[in-house]
């Protein structure tokens, strides 16, 4: 296919990409704009690790053509927080130490934002059911949950 320019908005910044339409969102995030958030894993739309938000939903980038991509709003980990003023959701996640190698951490947090804007206060149920596709070989589930119901407001406890 031939290449186009095709206008992305990404973490509130306009970006004129040169890439042909068919071209898989998670090429241009990670490759064109250098944001290492949403990570390649299956290349299926499976695993979860290269999600996103568009227009508040969260997405699998690595499925996601960028022609389709042009005129909404894409939020990636990047754009979440900062290290010195973490969004809520990433600030619950570092308080239960919710990783171990990490990999699925953006994710994880991702889609945990995208259900925690859609219903601000989950029941455990929901946050299982949210997080029910995206993977953790690490096995760092318990913790996860915990970090997603803090998020949520559940756990408000302090840990030692």
């Known amino acids: 296919m031939t290449r186009a320019t095709i206008?992305?908005?990404?973490?509130?910044?306009?970006?004129?990409?040169a890439a042909a339409p068919d071209t898989a969102l998670l090429y241009v995030l990670r490759n064109d704009l250098e944001l290492n958030g949403p990570k390649?894993?299956?290349?299926?739309?499976?695993?979860?690790?290269?999600?996103?938000?568009?227009d508040g939903a969260a997405a699998r980038a690595c499925?996601?053509?960028?022609?389709?991509c042009a005129g909404r709003e894409?939020?990636?980990?990047?754009?979440l927080g900062t290290r010195a003023s973490p969004d809520p959701v990433q600030d619950a996640f570092i308080r239960e130490q919710a990783?171990?190698?990490?990999?699925?951490?953006?994710?994880?947090?991702?889609?945990?934002?995208?259900?925690?804007?859609q219903n601000?206060?989950?029941t455990?149920?929901?946050v299982l059911e949210a997080l029910r596709y995206n993977l953790c070989r690490c096995g760092a589930h318990v913790e996860i949950i915990r970090a997603a119901m803090r998020a949520a407001g559940h756990?408000?406890?302090a840990r030692d």
């Open 74 to 79: 894409i939020v990636t980990l990047e754009g």
């Open 99 to 117: 990783a171990q190698c990490g990999y699925c951490l953006n994710g994880m947090i991702m889609t945990t934002k995208a259900l925690l804007m």
């Open 63 to 68: 499925v996601i053509p960028i022609g389709g």
């Open 40 to 54: 390649y894993g299956c290349g299926l739309g499976e695993c979860g690790t290269c999600t996103v938000l568009i």
């Open 7 to 17: 206008r992305l908005t990404v973490n509130g910044r306009v970006h004129d990409v």
């Open 124 to 126: 455990e149920t929901e």
């Open 120 to 122: 601000p206060h989950p």
């Open 155 to 157: 756990l408000v406890e």
